[in-house]
């Protein structure tokens, strides 16, 4: 993403946070990675100039009024993206965007303001022009000045409907902002779309976790032979992880592959298609599955030029 953006821009700023507001109480916040140190080190190999600033809040910097996982609970300021919010991801994790669009604009107004300097932890700019680099953070206050203004914004393809979320999100709040998607990466030895959560996988079950991908690319491949009616199009996918998940029980090993959902929706209002009928419409094949404890998720965008 971070070479994509590079193409686009002169300067590179990207943050690393946990966002808690995006986690209901029942989920992995305690446990989810955080490899700062790591991240750090795989933008320095990108090279000289490749990355300006790195924004490392705390959860103080971007919560003042204090954060609880709780919705009803929650005090200060949130956003909402109503009608793309609630399907889809949105069933299983009823306010994780809201958690998402919360964040999102909160960074957008933070470079927008100054180089990050409301922040208590602040921003580490990177000198990556030497063999060791130098990495300065700089605590609140800073001088106000220079001010910049981003004008351009890129997020992964792998979490699709968050990135029709923020486009949205940057539409109606009228950020002055170019939105870009990167292409999904993934794992080149067998499609797996890399996530954080991948390293949740034991032995057995990381070949097994392809599952969600092969039953997406199934039904692209039904679609592509002509099948119009939704039920044509899913159903090769369905059976994909219904052979898995039974060839799993059979393992008997204690953990199983469990279907969350498997959507075809509209790339525009994220609404279920039930005939897939227009040349050109285009349409987003989506889908979670559980692999064991680990719930993993994917898509394959069809017609649709992101």
Request: some cysteine; glycine content about 6%.
């Amino acid at each position: 993403m971070v070479t994509l953006a590079k193409q686009h821009t002169t300067h590179v700023a990207l943050s690393i946070f946990v966002n808690p507001a995006q986690f209901a109480p029942h989920e992995d916040l305690a446990q989810y990675p955080r490899t700062l140190p790591s991240d750090l080190k795989k933008l320095e190999s990108l090279g000289p100039g490749a990355v300006s600033a790195v924004l490392v809040p705390s959860v103080s910097d971007m919560y003042p009024s204090g954060i609880t996982l709780d919705v009803v609970e929650q005090r200060g300021t949130f956003v909402e993206i109503k009608g793309k919010s609630h399907q889809m991801e949105g069933i299983t994790r009823p306010g994780f965007f809201r958690g998402v669009a919360t964040v999102v604009s909160k960074l957008f107004n933070i470079v927008s303001w100054r180089p990050c300097g409301v922040l208590d932890h602040g921003v580490i700019w990177s000198d990556f022009s030497h063999s060791h680099s130098t990495h300065r953070t700089h605590p609140f206050p800073l001088d106000p000045q220079p001010q910049i203004q981003p004008d351009a914004a890129f997020f992964g393809q792998k979490d699709i409907q968050q990135c029709m979320v923020i486009r949205t999100l940057i539409r109606d709040l009228h950020f002055p902002l170019h939105f870009h998607i990167a292409p999904t990466a993934r794992d080149p030895t067998d499609g797996l779309a890399l996530s954080s959560r991948n390293r949740y996988l034991t032995a057995s079950q990381r070949p097994r976790a392809t599952v969600l991908y092969r039953a997406l690319s199934v039904a692209r491949a039904a679609y592509d032979a002509g099948a119009r009616n939704r039920e044509e199009v899913l159903a090769p996918a369905l059976a994909v992880v219904d052979e898995m998940a039974r060839e799993v029980r059979e393992l008997d090993e204690g953990w199983e592959v469990r279907l969350d959902y498997i959507s075809l929706a509209d790339p525009e209002t994220l609404e279920e298609v039930q005939e897939v009928v227009e040349e050109g419409s285009g349409f987003i094949l989506s889908g979670a599955v559980f692999v064991g404890g680990t719930r993993l998720i994917d898509n394959i965008v069809v017609g649709v030029e992101l």
